[in-house]
């Protein structure tokens, strides 16, 4: 199978630098392009892969394409893609609330894979989720899965909507674990803690109770009740926290995230393409 990635910025390389290190290619079998003679050469620099400056050198030999421009660069590659590819190939976007339709009509193109990944991609505990248009086999889907699992963990969903509703979970849920950092963090800090030591408390207390987490088969709040005592001061935080309605508020948070990404599909929708 040969693999072309469109635009080498943070995720295009993330993507890429993720495949050619995997087994899931022989060598010489997967191809980057960008517009930017810099990044080709940031590109080059790695060895890793066969870097290109013109889309007529390497699309057609590609049996799938990953798309990792930016939404509002989508329908001037689209154009510019779109003579000189095949029914046979297999698009892949990452592009933030560009739609499976807008991406078949934009290229007269059949199968296609939508995905959302999250940017822990690029330490390769990256979630990403993804739907395929009818066309797309079984087989096509499964090869797919293990070319997104490059980057950490997948998952494959029936529909475009569930893809909107999981930008709000995973695709967006990083910064909303980094908000509660941040929080924290500047808890710490008017504690009277210096930056150095503040960082160190919060960061290894996630990293710590995410590991527990994944570890086990208990929901969080069988771990909220095994770290608060009656009287304790872990529930004195729990319950000033429920007194102020966090956990509805965060997901309120979510369903913006959620919202948004519709809002987004439906402009995108046509020749249109902005950035999410
Ligand atoms: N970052 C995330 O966490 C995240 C999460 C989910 C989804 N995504 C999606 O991932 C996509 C890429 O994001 P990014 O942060 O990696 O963007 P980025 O750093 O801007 O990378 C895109 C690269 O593609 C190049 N490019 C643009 N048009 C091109 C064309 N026609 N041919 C070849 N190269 C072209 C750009 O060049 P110029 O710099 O010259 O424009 C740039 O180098 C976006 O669609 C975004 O919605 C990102």
Redesign the pocket.
């Known amino acids: 199978m040969n693999v072309l990635v469109?635009?080498?910025?943070?995720?295009?390389m993330t993507y890429a630098e993720a495949i050619a290190k995997s087994n899931f290619l022989t060598a010489g079998s997967l191809m980057i392009?960008?517009?930017?003679k810099e990044?080709r050469d940031e590109l080059r620099a790695t060895g890793l892969f066969e870097v290109h400056d013109q889309l007529d050198t390497c699309l057609s030999r590609a049996d799938v394409v990953l798309i990792?421009?930016?939404?509002v660069?989508a329908a001037?590659?689209m154009k510019?893609m779109k003579p000189l590819i095949s029914t046979e190939q297999l698009f892949v976007s990452?592009?933030?609330g560009v739609t499976i339709d807008t991406i078949k009509q934009g290229l007269d193109a059949v199968k296609v894979v939508r995905a959302?990944?999250?940017?822990p991609a690029q330490v390769g505990l990256g979630m990403t989720s993804f739907t395929g248009s009818d066309e797309v086999s079984r087989l096509e889907l499964a090869a797919i899965e293990q070319l997104l699992d490059t980057t950490g963990r997948s998952i494959n969903l029936t529909s475009e909507s569930e893809i909107d509703a999981s930008t709000g979970i995973s695709?967006s849920g990083p910064a909303y674990i980094f908000y509660f950092m941040q929080a924290m963090m500047d808890a710490a800090l008017k504690m009277g803690f210096d930056q150095h030591d503040a960082r160190l408390l919060v960061g290894q207390t996630f990293a710590g109770a995410v590991e527990l987490f994944n570890e086990s088969t208990l929901s969080p709040e069988d771990w909220m009740e095994r770290v608060a005592s009656k009287g304790g001061t872990t529930r004195a935080a729990l319950d000033s926290m429920d007194e102020n309605n966090v956990n509805a508020l965060i997901q309120e948070a979510a369903y913006a995230a959620f919202r948004r990404a519709e809002e987004l599909g439906k402009q995108t929708k046509g020749t249109e393409a902005k950035d999410?």
């Open positions: 469109i635009g080498g910025g943070n995720m295009g392009i960008d517009q930017s990044k990792a421009v930016k939404p660069h001037a590659l510019e990452i592009m933030a959302m990944p999250n940017l695709g999410g």
